[in-house]
């Protein structure tokens, strides 16, 4: 299992496999750590996995 990028939960069994994350909802788009503070829109719409895991930890 992979961390998810956005809870840091193991959730991920294939990274870009279009999987939505039980935890925390996020939409698995392949986006990586390496470039976490990138919007790619897309699925996340206007988040970053660095802006959704602020709004994560608030919860």
């Known amino acids: 299992m992979?961390?998810?990028p956005c809870c840091r939960f193991k959730t991920l069994?294939?990274?870009g496999d279009d999987e939505i994350f039980?935890?925390?909802f996020?939409?698995?788009?392949a986006q990586t750590?390496?470039?976490a503070d990138e919007v790619w829109g897309g699925p996340n719409d206007l988040l970053s996995p660095t802006e959704a895991r602020g709004?994560?930890?608030k919860c």
């Open 2 to 4: 992979e961390l998810c």
């Open 22 to 24: 039980p935890v925390c």
């Open 33 to 35: 750590d390496a470039i």
């Open 13 to 15: 069994e294939k990274p």
């Open 55 to 57: 709004h994560y930890i």
């Open 26 to 29: 996020w939409h698995d788009d």
